[in-house]
């Protein structure tokens, strides 16, 4: 590989880490500030849930932007490994394929973590308004969906790396051994 490639894939590596170790910090805060509801009363007589903050919906939609940023940043750098120069056979071969697969499980399930933090989140802190009933909690996003997309967003930015690791290296080896100087084979004279 040469100077401009590992240069690249420098950058590229950097990128991706710096993506989604925001999405990693976006996803923590969106756990801290999670909207807790309070039961009021009103001069009605009549009761209903108030509830703070809702910034952690945003916080939660951003840790889902800039993880899916990182995410498809690599996915366009490599082409999704169904397009663009062929991978050598071989070990890096087959660590860039599970690489590859493991790093798309988890990010599917980093995305559904914070994507419906972010959704729960905002319906019970913007539609829930009035309730008339006798004994009753106001219900707040459950502890943990925020952390548990935080920690699938490292496992994610950890297999991206090593995705990309392996593939570069399985794509360099190709090139390599595609370069090589054919047998020359001549043909010998007829007499």
């Not at 925001?22 to 509801?37: P, V």
């Not at 366009?76 to 071989?90: D, Y």
Request: hydrophobic share 45%; net charge positive.
């Amino acid at each position: 590989m040469g100077e401009t490639g590992r240069a690249s894939s420098l950058l590229v590596h950097i990128l991706v880490i710096a993506l989604c170790l925001t999405a990693f910090g976006f996803a923590i805060a969106a756990e801290r500030r999670r909207s807790t509801g309070s039961i009021i009363t009103d001069p009605n007589n009549s009761t209903y849930c108030s509830y703070d903050s809702d910034i952690s919906t945003g916080y939660g939609v951003g840790a889902f932007l800039f993880l899916l940023s990182g995410q498809s940043l690599l996915m366009g750098v490599t082409k999704c490994m169904c397009f663009g120069q062929p991978l050598a056979p071989g070990g890096s071969r087959a660590w860039s394929i599970i690489y590859f697969v493991s790093s798309w499980i988890t990010f599917i399930i980093a995305e559904s973590c914070l994507i419906a933090g972010a959704t729960k989140n905002a319906y019970h802190t913007k539609y829930r308004h009035m309730i008339y009933a006798g004994s009753w909690t106001c219900d707040s996003l459950r502890k943990g969906v925020f952390i548990s997309g935080a920690v699938f967003v490292v496992f994610t930015m950890i297999l991206n790396v090593y995705f990309y690791m392996y593939y570069t290296k399985s794509t360099s080896q190709a090139a390599k051994k595609t370069s090589k100087a054919a047998a020359n084979v001549g043909m010998a004279g007829y007499a």
